[in-house]
Antibody
Framework: EVQLVESGGAVVQPGGSLRLSCVAS????????MYWVRHPPGKSLEWVSL????????TYKDSVKGRFTISRDNSKNSLHLQMDSLKTEDSALYYC????????????WGQGTLVTVSS | SYVLTQPPSVSVAPGKTARITCGGN??????VHWYQQKPGQAPVLVIY???DRPSGIPERFSGSNSGNTATLTISRVEGGDEADYYC???????????FGGGTKLTVL
């Protein structure tokens, strides 16, 4: 059974930093692209970042580029998102998700970890 | 940047057919995926590769994609289908994942 378990969400002041983590199980982690997707309260789903299985490809939503860094450790089946210079608009439930195939659909979602950026 | 446009809301009576559209420039050349999200829950994939259903998704859910519009069709709508629905593509030009703005399906 595929499981994705996120951690690291917290309340942080604007300009602060957080590191989100996700531990994956139930599949061959290194074979799949992984994403972070967020859901701001009352708004729509937003893709945040993508990392390929070999970590060569890393892409970001324009509004987080230069502030967020995605990484993975295939030896530990873990995915991370380092978030710096946080803004109030980064407040959201952050999901760790697994890409299911070449055209990028998401076949598994974690339960999410909540990030609140507030003074 | 590529934009996917969905109607904010769709209403349908039980037993009828709901159609939720997802518009984008030549979206017919993309593979479109659809998710159902109920309050307090993570999204669930209901259609992938335009018209494939994951195991466990009822046959009442189907998809199509042509020209500038992709469509999620839910036949014989039930109260349990009430949820937010999102379309999504992977845009290879920028290697970005793109979601539509979401459609709230209300069962009357």
């Amino acid at each position: 059974e595929v499981q994705l378990v996120e951690s690291g969400g917290a309340v942080v002041q604007p300009g602060g930093s957080l590191r989100l983590s996700c531990v994956a199980s139930g599949f061959t982690f290194e074979h799949y692209n992984m994403y972070w997707v967020r859901h701001p309260p009352g708004k729509s789903l937003e893709w945040v970042s993508l990392i390929s299985g070999d970590s060569i490809r890393r892409t970001y939503k324009d509004s987080v580029k230069g502030r967020f860094t995605i990484s993975r450790d295939n030896s530990k089946n873990s995915l991370h998102l380092q978030m710096d210079s946080l803004k109030t608009e980064d407040s959201a439930l952050y999901y760790c998700v697994k890409s299911g195939g070449a055209t990028g659909h998401i076949d598994y979602w974690g339960q999410g970890t909540l990030v609140t950026v507030s003074s | 940047s590529y934009v996917l446009t969905q109607p904010p809301s769709v209403s349908v009576a039980p037993g009828k057919t709901a159609r939720i559209t997802c518009g984008g420039n030549n979206i017919g050349s993309q593979s479109v995926h659809w998710y159902q999200q109920k309050p307090g829950q993570a999204p669930v994939l209901v259609i992938y590769y335009d018209d494939d259903r994951p195991s466990g998704i009822p046959e009442r859910f189907s998809g199509s994609n042509s020209g500038n519009t992709a469509t999620l069709t839910i036949s014989r709508v039930e109260g349990g289908d009430e949820a937010d629905y999102y379309c999504q593509i992977w845009y290879s030009t920028t290697d970005h994942v793109i979601f539509g703005g979401g459609t709230k399906l209300t069962v009357l």
